[in-house]
């Protein structure tokens, strides 16, 4: 619950043909970033357990899970990283 950690989003385009002046879908479908860093002490005891992961959003075909945390004191100075996200049942649809 201490020191560097990343977030992370992500997003999928099945690239449908773009409607009413549309574009195609581009760029990454993965982002990440460096949380603030968390200096190791009694301060990191303000932030709860992190939660069972969520289930996945998708049978097969790839999807997401989140698992969560909360701020146990002084909720808005909390600059962790409260949620975390990453890729669950990635294997094809059969």
Not at 43 to 66: H, V
Request: glycine fraction near 6%; charged fraction near 30%; include cysteine.
């Amino acid at each position: 619950t201490c020191g560097k950690s990343f977030r992370s989003r992500i997003r999928t385009c099945t690239n449908p043909e773009p409607k009413n002046n549309g574009r195609l879908c581009i760029g990454t479908e993965r982002e990440e970033e460096l949380c603030p860093e968390i200096i190791c002490s009694d301060q990191s005891l303000r932030l709860s357990s992190w939660t069972d992961w969520d289930t996945c959003s998708n049978i097969c075909g790839g999807g997401i899970q989140k698992r969560r945390r909360t701020c146990l004191i002084n909720e808005d100075k909390c600059s962790e990283c409260l949620e975390e996200t990453r890729l669950c049942n990635e294997l094809p649809c059969p």
